[in-house]
């Protein structure tokens, strides 16, 4: 016995030692910086709560905190929903399902990057494709990522461009629901829109609860577009609240303050995922309940 103990030990101990050393270490260390004013440059001088207070009286961070809050709750039901849809339309036996499949994953596998600059040229208001499309119908494109009023609509919509990822693990689920489910439902006499909102839909619940979570999560640290597109797009658009955390930390050096804003962030995203947890007890149903 204390012989497999040791042995435990010993496999689990390298991934130990490196969450502590690189994930934990650092990240008890951001606190006591978050409580300091550091530059890189003079030692970390101690101001104690300074920059929670400067934090809470700083308009460009409630107007990065109004951007990135906006995107996310368009952008995120927008994702889901998109994705779950695509999923049903693959989850078909039909021949050449697996390209399209691949079709739609593929954006998947291009970095952030990539992508905002091929999205910079496609939103480019004289010689973009939308816009050379919307000129074909006589209609006046807008200008997009050039425009305060569009920048956000445009990101949005760029955003749609990866529902593969999603898209793959509904299609998973759809495939793991158990067929008698349905032919029972036949044999009931029940309509295609029946057995998908009372078999379809509650089965896939904890995959709908599993997406929305993670992309909350991922939509409140949004950074790329912000960076790519203008330093904040036109108006400060696009001022997403990591690029304004990466602003203050690596542009102006401001390493406590940019530490307090990740660790504020960090609160937030711990607090919208508490309260889903806590809503989710509603809507999402297992099959052991």
Not at 15 to 21: D, E, N, Q, V, Y
């Amino acid at each position: 016995m204390h012989w497999k103990t040791g042995s435990f030990y010993l496999f689990v101990s390298p991934w130990l030692i490196g969450f502590i050393l690189f994930t934990v270490g650092p990240m008890l260390y951001s606190i006591y910086i978050s409580l300091t004013s550091w530059n890189l440059t003079t030692p970390p001088q101690w101001i104690g709560l300074g920059n929670y207070v400067t934090a809470a009286q700083d308009p460009r961070l409630r107007q990065a905190l109004e951007v990135t809050f906006a995107f996310s709750l368009i952008s995120v039901p927008l994702n889901v929903l998109l994705s779950f849809l695509v999923s049903l339309l693959m989850n078909v036996k039909l021949r050449g399902i697996y390209f399209f499949r691949t079709f739609f994953y593929l954006p998947l596998l291009v970095s952030g990057v990539a992508q905002a600059v091929l999205f910079s040229r496609i939103f480019d208001p004289n010689t973009g494709v939308i816009n050379t499309l919307l000129r074909a119908f006589g209609i006046q494109g807008p200008l997009w990522l050039l425009d305060p009023n569009w920048a956000l609509t445009a990101v949005i919509i760029m955003t749609l461009w990866t529902v593969g990822g999603n898209m793959i693990i509904y299609l998973a689920g759809l495939q793991d629901i158990p067929p008698f489910l349905y032919e029972a439902a036949e044999i009931d006499g029940a309509t295609t829109m029946q057995k998908f909102r009372y078999i379809t839909v509650p089965q896939m619940t904890p995959i709908l609860f599993f997406n929305i979570i993670t992309g909350l999560i991922g939509a409140l640290q949004t950074f790329t577009p912000g960076y790519i597109f203008g330093k904040g797009g036109p108006g400060n658009s696009l001022l997403f609240y990591v690029y304004y955390l990466f602003t203050n930390a690596f542009n102006y050096f401001k390493m406590g303050y940019g530490s307090a804003l990740a660790w504020i962030l960090f609160v937030i995203v711990m607090i919208l995922t508490l309260i889903i947890f806590r809503t989710s007890r509603s809507w999402v149903h297992y099959e052991i309940d």
